[in-house]
T-cell receptor, first 115, second 114 residues
């Protein structure tokens, strides 16, 4: 079974621009979560989508948004980029069955650099 | 105070050493406990998970949970240079709506040198 895929793997943008990142979850997984990882802050939760609905959100400004499509694929958008948005953006998928661990499986991430 | 505390290291050990990685937590509602391993420039991969106090073994890895002390550990026996990575603990709690929320520790960077 194919793992979580993320595109693109690397991005370089300038301040003020916007960016869209894409995530394809493991087949059968209905939940997609997004995380921002930086050396200083570690892994920080952005939001989670389940069946095309955002059901959980972290403490990030409104510049960060996302959506999920009917095939469970998800996109994350960051508008008006700031230097501090440079990070590894990770997507994780899970069954979200509500039973057990709902273990999350991560993609390789998209490394965003804002100049 | 963070819900999950993890010493970021770095931790440097010689090959063959026993490694102990630890996390403490404050929320007694955490139900499931996981360890992820993350190699440089890769996404985290699930190493082990457990939900009860006690030990769970998988090859050279042992996950230990002490719910009374709110403390979890990952032990790596006969450590290898290929174990050099960042290890993140993660804990799951059921929240309103009936689904689980995952909280991660900061990660401990481990280097095993030959």
């Amino acid at each position: 079974k194919a793992g979580v895929t993320q595109t693109p793997r690397y991005l370089i943008k300038t301040r003020g621009q916007q960016v869209t990142l894409s995530c394809s979850p493991i087949s059968g997984h209905r939940s997609v979560s997004w995380y921002q990882q930086t050396p200083g802050q570690g892994l920080q939760f952005l939001f989670e989508y389940f069946s095309e609905t955002q059901r959980n959100k972290g403490n990030f400004p409104g510049r960060f948004s996302g959506r999920q499509f009917s095939n469970s694929r998800s996109e994350m958008n960051v508008s008006t980029l700031e230097l501090g948005d440079s990070a590894l953006y990770l997507c994780a998928s899970s069954h979200a069955s509500g039973r057990g661990t709902d273990t999350q499986y991560f993609g390789p991430g998209t490394r965003l650099t804002v100049l | 105070q963070k819900e999950v505390e993890q010493d970021p290291g770095p931790l440097s050990v010689p090959e063959g050493a026993i490694v102990s990685l630890n996390c403490t937590y404050s929320n007694s509602a955490f139900q499931y406990f996981m360890w992820y391993r993350q190699y440089s420039r890769k996404g985290p991969e699930l190493l082990m998970y457990t939900y009860s106090s006690g030990n769970k073994e998988d090859g050279r890895f042992t996950a230990q949970v002490d719910k009374s002390s709110k403390y979890i550990s990952l032990f790596i026996r006969d450590s290898q240079p290929s174990d050099s990575a960042t290890y993140l603990c993660a804990m799951s709690v059921r929240i309103s709506g009936g689904y689980n929320k995952l909280i991660f520790g900061a990660g401990t960077r481990l280097a095993v040198h030959p």
